[in-house]
């Protein structure tokens, strides 16, 4: 499997508590990755041509080489300047050719969220779907 398929199953899997921050939101998801990616290289606050990724997986393959996955942690993305800073961010890292998966934390404004998937064209994130980038709505583990 490709870096992107293993992160997104993880990802998927992963059932953050209540955390106070995105720091604490990342650290968690590294430690599962660090722990289920054994041979996987993972970097937290990677750099990328300008820009910051939250964690960077680089993940050797067996046939075709190693593969990468850039993954952006967003918490409580709830107004628009968040928005645009988001947007920011995935525009600098190439979404046209590099792999990335946004993961959205806590609370989300699902008009935002919405608006985030429709400008890059997302699978709903309910399955794999092939597609270079996708996103994970996370809710806090205990909040409705």
């Known amino acids: 499997m490709s870096a992107f ?12 508590e209540a955390l106070p921050g995105e720091l604490q939101y990342r650290n968690s998801l590294m430690a599962l990755l660090r722990q289920r990616l054994i041979k ?4 937290p ?7 910051t990724t939250d964690i960077y997986v680089k993940q050797p393959g ?9 993954v952006e942690l967003k918490r409580n993305l ?5 928005y645009d800073r988001l947007v920011g961010q995935i525009e600098s890292l190439d979404p046209r050719k590099n792999a990335i998966i946004v993961v959205m ?10 608006r985030f998937k429709e400008k890059y064209d997302f699978a709903d ?6 597609e270079p980038m996708i996103v994970v709505v996370k809710g806090d583990a205990g909040k409705k």
Do not use: M
């Open 105 to 114: 934390c806590g609370e989300t404004n699902p008009a935002l969220v919405t």
């Open 62 to 70: 067996l046939l075709f080489g190693s593969s990468e996955v850039y």
């Open 125 to 130: 994130g309910s399955s794999f779907s092939g």
């Open 5 to 16: 398929e293993d992160v997104y199953k993880l990802v998927k899997e992963w059932q953050p």
């Open 78 to 82: 709830l107004h628009k300047a968040q």
């Open 45 to 51: 606050e990677y750099r990328h041509k300008g820009t």
């Open 40 to 43: 996987a290289s993972i970097e």
